[in-house]
Nanobody, 126 residues
Framework: VQLQASGGGLVQAGGSLRLSCAASGRSSASYAMGWFRQAPGKEREFVAA????????YYVDDAKGRFTISRDNAKNTVYLQMNSLKPEDTAVYYC????????????????????WGQGTLVTVSS
């Protein structure tokens, strides 16, 4: 499967962005999906994940209440709605596909994901 992330940009603190991750080559419904981010000089970190059916979601603590992950399997697309953005949310955001639904612990591990998109830059100004 090929993944194409989009929707990044420059936004002021407190603003919102919606990221999209379009899958091609195979139905995204076959994969659990995750969003990760990498800030300059830092390791790539987990942000959110969603099960294949969309029935279960996972978030890093800092994203709870601000970000919402969702999916539209008919459109082979996963979304990350980001509200109340902070300057520390500035990073390149990557979507990733996992062939298996898994536990909360494993869904947060980037090594569990089999396919990655190219990333989209989110910059939050103060």
């Amino acid at each position: 499967v090929q993944l194409q992330a989009s929707g990044g940009g420059l936004v002021q603190a407190g603003g919102s962005l919606r990221l999209s991750c379009a899958a091609s080559g195979r139905s995204s419904a076959s994969y659990a999906m995750g969003w990760f981010r990498q800030a300059p000089g830092k390791e790539r970190e987990f942000v959110a994940a969603i099960s294949r059916s969309g029935g279960t979601t996972y978030y890093v603590d800092d994203a709870k209440g601000r970000f919402t992950i969702s999916r539209d399997n008919a459109k082979n697309t996963v979304y990350l709605q980001m509200n109340s953005l902070k300057p520390e949310d500035t990073a390149v955001y990557y979507c990733a596909a996992n062939r298996y639904d898994s536990t909360s612990t494993y869904m947060r591990l980037r090594t569990r994901y089999d396919y990655w998109g190219q990333g989209t830059l989110v910059t939050v100004s103060s």
